[in-house]
């Protein structure tokens, strides 16, 4: 596609509920991140895959979030036993290789999910 | 580790004024530094970025940024603003470290342009 995409859009689950947020990164991009942002706040770095495998997931808060990205392409961030705390807009970029062999760190954002949890 | 600290959580400016949103960073390493902007209900969206070449950093709609080592800043600037200009503005530094790239935001500054 033409851009990041991310479904749905708006999430509003209630507490304790579990909850998938999809991203599809631009097409032919070998990274994806996730990242999330409270109210008031800056994007805050969860998780980063390269290719099938999480490269870094050292921002995942806790283990109810968890990440997968079988195929290489799109990504499913995972929230189990939804909490209060959990709402805000989840964010998923996407980026290149680098001639280095290092990604590219200029990366492309989705318009994001709000999640809300009741 | 690294670190973007954004001087203001507000500007405001009148229409046609140049525009100053201020940041400073720190780095272990020579760092990545970018301008992200975020419209209402809108994504982010890369304004300019800076990667050890040029210190003085053209964006996109009349932005610029100056990278001063000495100061550790990377102010964002622009001549003259336009109504359209109102936004949050996200200062971003990124170190490669070999398998990632992850960003780290500011805190934002809110950008209102006055008639």
């Known amino acids: 596609g033409a851009g990041v995409s991310q479904t749905p859009s708006n999430k509003v689950t209630e507490k304790g509920k579990y909850v998938e947020l999809r991203c599809d990164p631009i097409?032919?991009?070998?990274?994806l991140y996730w990242y999330r942002q409270s109210l008031g706040q800056g994007p805050e770095f969860l998780i980063y895959f390269q290719g099938t495998g999480a490269a870094d997931d050292s921002g995942l808060p806790n283990d109810r979030f968890f990440a997968v990205r079988p195929e290489g392409s799109v990504s499913t961030l995972k929230i189990q036993r939804t909490e209060r705390g959990d709402s805000a807009v989840y964010l998923c970029?996407?980026?290149?290789?680098?001639?280095?062999?290092?990604?590219?760190?200029?990366?492309?954002f989705g318009p994001g999910t709000r999640l809300t949890v009741l | 580790a690294q670190s973007v600290t954004q001087l203001d959580s507000h500007v405001s400016v009148s229409e046609g004024t140049p525009v100053l949103l201020r940041c400073n960073y720190s780095?272990?390493?020579?760092?990545?530094l970018f301008w992200y902007v975020q419209h209402p209900n809108k994504g982010l969206q890369l304004l300019l970025k800076?990667?050890?070449?040029?210190?003085l950093v053209k964006g996109i709609n009349g932005f610029e940024a100056e990278f001063k080592k000495s100061e550790t800043s990377f102010h964002l600037t622009k001549p003259s603003a336009h109504m359209s200009d109102a936004a949050e503005y996200f200062c971003v530094v990124s170190q490669n470290t070999g398998t990632a790239s992850k960003l780290t935001f500011g805190t934002g500054t809110r950008l209102q342009v006055t008639l």
């Open positions: 780095s272990s390493y020579s760092p990545s």
């Open positions: 800076y990667t050890s070449a040029a210190t």
């Open positions: 097409s032919g991009h070998t990274a």
């Open positions: 970029a996407s980026s290149g290789w680098g001639t280095s062999g290092n990604p590219r760190n200029e990366q492309f």
